[in-house]
């Protein structure tokens, strides 16, 4: 009940500056490709065909700027498996707030953020404040790095969930790369993240991990409806090293498609 308030909270918080933005992008994301599941002991290495369902929210307000998305998984090893995850990341622009600007450099703007990361089976609850960089990159729609405490409040072991961790930080960039070759419209875009390392309730290490998510899209929409911006098709490549704080690293290549609100 506890992460399902949670999960509830995070899209609640998410939509309502949505309702007075400046701007605002809904997605609903399929993705389809082999992952390893169950990255720890003997069949640690063992794919599972692995489907993907996103909700993914970005929009600008007054004051700043909102990101969540929740990832509804569904895979079949020894039996069918369901489950969840999800992470928001609200924004407050130093910019905006003082009137002032801001700019320093490739820096066009700072901000305060509370990220909140959250899952289901596993019962994982992370806080992540922190500061946002807003970077001037040429070419790029969007340029953020984030740079974050990662703080622990799970149920643990005791309440029935992954093993409770020790608190560290972690350090995301988000990009968008949109391109044309002819009249075909493209994007490249996807985060890379690294979460250093910490230790579980048991006192064993968790390692610190690299996750990488680029996507290639292709603007199918613009080219068979000329409805551009609306329904994306593509690949997303994933590269995770230490995939959950373990000794397993995972290289796959997921089929996309994205429907854009």
């Known amino acids: ?118 899952g289901g089976d596993s019962k994982v609850r992370k806080y992540l404040p922190g500061v946002q960089l807003a970077l001037d990159v040429p070419g790029a729609a969007f340029f953020n790095t984030l740079i974050t405490a990662y703080i622990d409040d799970s149920t643990g072991v005791a309440g029935g969930g992954a093993p409770k961790e020790s608190n560290s930080w972690m350090l995301d960039t988000a990009w968008a790369f949109p391109f044309s070759a002819g009249s075909h419209d493209f994007s490249l875009e996807g985060h890379l993240e690294y979460i250093g390392s910490r230790e579980n309730e048991f006192g064993d290490k968790v390692k610190a991990h690299v996750l990488a998510q680029p996507q290639l899209r292709y603007d199918l929409g613009k080219t068979l409806f000329n409805d551009p911006r609306r329904l994306f098709v593509g690949i997303e490549y994933q590269y995770w090293h230490n995939k959950y704080g373990g000794s397993v690293t995972e290289s796959a290549v997921q089929g996309l498609a994205v429907w854009r609100f």
């Open 1 to 118: 009940m506890i992460q399902k308030s949670l999960l509830g909270l995070l899209i609640a918080a998410s939509c309502v500056p949505a309702m007075a933005a400046d701007w605002s992008t809904t997605e609903l994301q399929y993705q389809i490709g082999n992952l390893k599941q169950q990255p720890f002991g003997p069949d640690a290495d063992d794919k599972s065909t692995t489907s993907i369902y996103t909700l993914q929210h970005a929009s600008g307000w007054k004051y700043g700027d909102n990101f969540f998305f929740i990832d509804y998984s569904d895979w079949k090893d020894s039996q069918r498996r369901r489950d969840w995850y999800g992470e928001g990341y609200f924004n407050f622009s130093l910019g905006k707030i003082s009137g002032r600007d801001l700019s320093l450099g490739p820096v066009k703007d700072i901000g305060l953020v509370m990220g909140i990361n959250a």
